[in-house]
């Protein structure tokens, strides 16, 4: 497992050009109810390689959490831990052969593990932006594809549905896509995700949904995510809602 590294928090003050190790995109997360900065995360990686980083850090700078995802095996099932420094919590998805197991561990305490799933049809973190790249046209024909997410949090998968769906106002340049619980007794305690995609390059524009992280106080929170990408041109860093 590769080593985690912590950043100088004066990273999200810099201009991208000034720095060393610049992130190849930024995801900034606002509150949707107030509009207020939560977080931002920082994407670390180099293309052709498998390795991504992804710092969170909050409005002041500093570090909250930091995720490590291995794609080797391929666009859907990343191995990947976040650890969330606020809570001295790791999450993670490892591999024994062809089955995946999901773990959790707070502090010094033994780390709580899943039972063995099969890795065949489950997308694992940010493995679902691979699904949708993949599925793109597929799902442009109107049609509704299901698949199993990984959720180490609760050491379980969920079975999910992905279509396409119309943007609202606000996103209407972008073509969007709606994820939700093919349970509808889950959907109850897991609201529906939504995804914006820039329909020319394929890239993840806005992520409207449950964060992977939690707030200050420990709790889930609901997040509206709008990503950047430093080598477009108009790329400027957000300090509020577009």
Known sequence: MHSLRFLVVIV?????????????????????????LLYRELHYGQ????????????PAGNTVAIKQLDFSRGD????????????????????????????????QKTPQLSELFDSENIVIDAGFDGFVRQR????GENRRLDFDYA???RLKTVKLSIREVDCDSTLREWTCFEIEPSNWL?????????LAYDSGTRRLRNY????????????????DIFYQYPDEADAQLLTSTP
């Open 208 to 223: 409207r949904g449950l964060s992977n992280i939690s707030d200050n106080t420990g709790k889930s929170q609901q997040v």
């Open 186 to 194: 889950v959907s109850v305690l897991l609201p529906a995700i939504v």
């Open 151 to 153: 959720f180490p949090s």
């Open 76 to 107: 859907l099932s990343p191995v990947f831990t976040l650890q969330d420094l606020r809570r001295d919590l790791v999450l993670g998805a490892r591999f024994s052969g062809d089955a995946m197991q999901l773990s959790r561990q707070e502090g």
């Open 12 to 36: 999200v003050l810099l201009p991208w050009y000034a720095l060393a190790e610049a992130p190849r995109a930024i995801g900034s997360a606002f509150s949707p109810q107030t509009g207020e």
């Open 47 to 58: 293309a052709g390689l498998p390795i991504d980083k992804v710092t969170y850090v909050d």
């Open 136 to 139: 793109w046209d597929q799902l």
